[in-house]
């Protein structure tokens, strides 16, 4: 082997090694970080959203179990066609995925990993992460998701949003959309123009 190719092989090994023990770090909470992280969780993965509004001008959530007896051995519907009040006019647009793909038959109000194992609606998260790597890691990392508060957990919190906050998990892509005007020029005073905002 030449040395120029032994030495291209050297520092790509030296990088993805390096790559991943720097990706092990930054999963870490630096020990000095002394305010936690609260992920909000849509109220959606309590139950199903139904009925009039509560006095706080939020659905009414009614709990998977209200209807749905652990353990009853009622199949999934093989298309949304099949599924009926009050999940009628469910769009499922995730993929080529059927409700068994997430949803537990054992018990409606819980989920299950591709390894079988149940987890509560509440953990959701966890069952997004198993497909969507690059967005589960950005998200972590704080690019994906939105976030407020403190990167420096030593300063102050931080609160993320729950994927379900942003994306309905039966049909989780984005619809096209008019973008917001851009933001205001801090030297002119004038907003860019749409589409403009990121030249």
Do not use: K
């Not at 949803?103 to 497909?131: K, N, V």
């Not at 957990?153 to 949003?161: F, K, Q």
């Amino acid at each position: 082997m030449d040395a120029r190719i032994w030495s291209l092989a050297w520092l790509a090994l030296a990088a993805a090694c390096d790559g991943g023990a720097a990706e092990s770090r930054r999963d870490v909470e630096p020990p000095e970080a002394r305010y936690p992280v609260t992920i909000n969780t849509p109220r959606v993965l309590e139950g199903l959203p139904v009925g009039p509004l509560d006095v706080s001008g939020r659905p009414t959530v009614v709990a998977c179990g209200t209807c749905h007896e652990p353990g009853e051995q009622r199949e999934f519907p093989e298309s949304t066609g099949e599924i009926g009040a009050p999940h009628a006019g469910l769009s499922l647009r995730h993929g080529e995925l059927p409700c068994a793909s997430c949803h537990a038959q054992s018990d409606r109000s819980e989920l299950h990993l591709a390894d079988g194992t149940d987890i509560p609606l509440t953990d959701a998260l966890r069952l997004c992460a198993q497909c969507h790597g690059p967005q589960y890691r950005d998200y972590r990392h704080g690019a994906h998701g939105g976030m407020r508060g403190h990167w420096d957990l030593s300063r102050g919190p931080r609160e993320r949003n729950h994927c379900v906050a942003c994306h309905d998990p039966h049909a989780p892509a984005f619809g096209q959309f008019e973008p917001v005007a851009g933001p205001r020029d801090r030297f002119t005073g004038a907003a860019a123009p749409h589409g403009d905002a990121h030249d």
